[in-house]
């Protein structure tokens, strides 16, 4: 006797997604079909019916995704799976799709439009396609792509035109892959789009003739930038770099102790939006010295003792929170706590935590007060969801879960 399939799927998570996909199709559409069954079990039974959804079944499962009390996750399965039928357009359409509250619905009708080949949605998945979230990226462009194939390049870049960044970046990615010159797209004024031409911009001497004629000093630095990466020459990368006088984004009451361990740390991986001068520098200047992370713990630890606070050994920020991690430890004392960075000898602490200040002080720490406030311009990195320039306490002290 076949197993059942609340026996393939019996947690969630734990669906035997080969035994679903042999499944008799009819049993996983009436499954799917029916809301009263657990989301997590009506997921997978969608999925096993790629390429198999019986005809008899597909009003039901066009139904289910109308249907806005349903589950999210069971819906979007669906959509992938009949959303192409033309028949469903007219409600995809209506205006409040945009206004779903189900999360990633409202971007899953409009990825389903371009793929039923919806030209009036080109605008609007352009937006998506410019997204800083993966799978939102992922979704405009192969919309995108559809429309393409449905109507024709010329026909989605007539209907998106060259004004907004989106639709420059739509084209940027146009001619790439149809192995165009895109060099000019690094003199872009939209640092979302300069920063692509950077990643898919051709060869080294293509870049060395563009620094020739860059217009701008940015232009030239998103120049040296892919150049790098493409020569990984760190020679010709500082000599181009000081050729253009060392360029950097001055923050005021941003000193060097301060800005070299927070470059040298998120440059290196920090969101398209950040001036590429951040990115240069930190390839052309010496990186901090080795942090002697346990050794500031250490003589944190000691002098707290010393000063009779009888603090608790260290802990680091993604063990105190169970999750994530970051750039601190957490010591506690006395029902208040004491932040030590990872990137230099600083210390941080709210309210009656500023009791450990004199002997920290005294140890060498340096103490983070009204210097935190300062925001660390046009260098944006991400935090909890955000991508923006974040203050010098939030750096020193980053917590990500």
Same mark, same amino acid.
């Given at each position: 006797m076949p197993e059942d399939i609340e026996t393939l799927i019996p947690s969630a998570g734990q669906a035997?997604?080969?035994?679903?996909?042999?499944?008799?199709?009819?049993?996983?559409?009436?499954?799917?079909?029916?809301?009263?069954?657990?989301?997590?079990?009506?997921?997978?039974?969608?999925?096993?019916?790629?390429?198999?959804? /019986?005809?008899?079944?597909?009003?039901? =499962?066009?139904? &289910? +995704?109308?249907?806005?009390? !349903? $589950?999210?996750?069971?819906?979007?399965?669906?959509?992938?799976?009949?959303?192409?039928?033309?028949?469903?357009?007219?409600?995809l359409r209506d205006e409040d799709r945009r206004h779903e509250k189900s999360y990633g619905m409202p971007e899953a009708f409009l990825a389903t439009r371009g793929r039923i080949g919806d030209i009036t949605a080109a605008e609007e998945l352009a937006v998506l396609a410019a997204s800083p979230w993966r799978r939102s990226e992922e979704a405009g462009e192969a919309a995108l792509d559809a429309l393409v194939e449905r109507h024709g390049l010329q026909a989605v870049l007539d209907r998106l035109g060259e004004e907004r960044p989106e639709d420059r970046l739509f084209r940027l990615r146009m001619r790439y892959r149809a192995d165009q010159d895109v060099t000019y797209a690094l003199?872009? /004024?939209?640092?979302?789009?300069?920063? =692509?031409?950077? &990643? +898919?911009?051709?060869?080294? !001497? $293509?870049?060395?003739?563009?620094?020739?004629?860059?217009?701008?000093?940015?232009?030239k630095l998103w120049a040296i930038l892919a150049l790098y990466e493409r020569t990984d020459d760190p020679d010709e990368t500082r000599r181009l770099y000081e050729a253009l006088g060392s360029p950097r984004v001055e923050v005021p009451g941003l000193d060097e102790e301060l800005r070299v361990p927070i470059l040298h740390e998120?440059?290196?991986?920090?969101?398209?939006?950040?001036?590429?001068?951040?990115?240069?520098?930190?390839?052309?200047?010496?990186?901090?010295?080795?942090?002697?992370?346990?050794?500031?713990?250490?003589?944190?630890?000691?002098?707290?003792?010393?000063a009779g606070l009888a603090p608790s050994a260290p802990v680091g920020c993604g063990a105190y929170h169970q999750q994530g991690d970051g750039t601190y430890h957490i010591i506690e004392f006395g029902g208040s706590e004491v932040w030590i960075s990872t990137l230099g000898p600083f210390a941080f602490a709210y309210e009656d935590g500023d009791r450990a200040r004199p002997a920290l002080e005294a140890a060498g720490f340096r103490w983070m007060d009204e210097e935190t406030a300062i925001t660390v311009t046009d260098l944006h990195v991400y935090y909890f969801g955000n991508r923006l320039p974040l203050t010098v306490d939030t750096l020193l002290f980053y917590w990500q879960d």
């Open positions: 035997d997604t080969d035994a679903l996909r042999t499944y008799d199709a009819e049993e996983l559409a009436r499954y799917a079909a029916e809301p009263s069954h657990p989301w997590w079990r009506r997921k997978p039974c969608v999925e096993a019916l790629a390429g198999r959804v /019986p005809q008899t079944w597909t009003g039901a =499962l066009l139904d &289910r +995704v109308r249907d806005v009390e !349903d $589950e999210g996750e069971v819906r979007k399965a669906l959509l992938e799976l009949v959303g192409d039928r033309p028949e469903l357009l007219p409600w003199a872009d /004024p939209d640092r979302m789009v300069a920063h =692509l031409a950077h &990643r +898919v911009v051709h060869g080294a !001497d $293509e870049l060395r003739d563009f620094l020739t004629r860059a217009p701008t000093t940015e232009s998120y440059a290196p991986w920090c969101h398209r939006l950040t001036d590429p001068r951040w990115r240069v520098e930190a390839l052309c200047t010496e990186p901090p010295a080795p942090h002697d992370v346990e050794g500031w713990l250490h003589r944190a630890t000691e002098a707290l003792t010393s």
